[in-house]
């Protein structure tokens, strides 16, 4: 259970510590609208530690319970754009299509993805939904391989991965501070060879005056 537990952005208490009623008043479409208004990419979504994902929902409240949370989302974009109705059976197969090997996706994905379909609202219907979820878990797959892979550039480049970007800046001035004192050490050993040899010139030339 420890490990189910997650902050709600919203919540007083623990999200999954919520009954069935508190957590879908917490987590309604259109709170979830400005909850996660500043997740803009998939990306985004997949740091959200602090929210359920549907494995998390599934675990807590069961298998119905989190195919009714996603026929929610369904019926409420329906209903916002004035949409008719399939029947309750064809939005429930919806709801598992979309589920379908997704159940790493978390409410702020959820939240992204109905938001994505509600931008060419006059195109809603069930097979849209269902291709809208796979898109997006496609997107997000990708983007975070693509992380991945740079992430791993930059492990290679500076020896392991800088936690905040202002790492990657300290490592860099204090590189740039090594490279001076370098170049100001090779300057120093110059200017005292080239003192060495003047010296040794003028003892030369002293001898010969004597």
Not at 91 to 102: H, N, P, S
Not at 173 to 192: D, G
Request: net charge neutral; with cysteine; aromatic share 10%.
């Amino acid at each position: 259970m420890a490990d189910l537990v997650k902050k709600s952005e919203a919540g007083l208490k623990p999200a999954l510590q919520l009954n069935q009623k508190e957590f879908l008043q917490t987590f309604s479409p259109i709170k979830c609208v400005t909850m996660f208004e500043a997740d803009i990419i998939p990306l985004d979504c997949a740091r959200r530690s602090d929210v359920p994902s549907l494995i998390d929902i599934k675990k807590q409240y069961g298998e119905d319970y989190l195919t009714g949370f996603v026929c929610l989302w369904i019926t409420e974009i329906l209903d916002y754009y004035g949409k008719k109705y399939p029947s309750e059976n064809v939005i429930k197969t919806c709801a598992l299509d979309c589920l379908k090997g997704r159940m790493y996706l978390n409410i702020a994905d959820i939240n992204l993805i109905f938001g994505d379909i509600s931008r060419t609202a006059s195109d809603i219907n069930m097979p849209r939904i269902v291709k809208a979820f796979a898109d997006y878990a496609n997107e997000r797959a990708t983007s975070f391989y693509e992380k991945k892979l740079s992430e791993d550039d930059v492990i290679k480049k500076h020896g392991y991965m800088p936690k905040p970007i202002a790492d990657i800046a300290k490592q860099t001035a204090e590189a740039m501070q090594e490279f001076q004192l370098q170049q100001a050490q090779k300057q120093a050993q110059l200017e005292l060879a080239e003192l060495n040899r003047i010296y040794h010139l003028q003892s030369i030339l002293d001898g010969v005056k004597k």
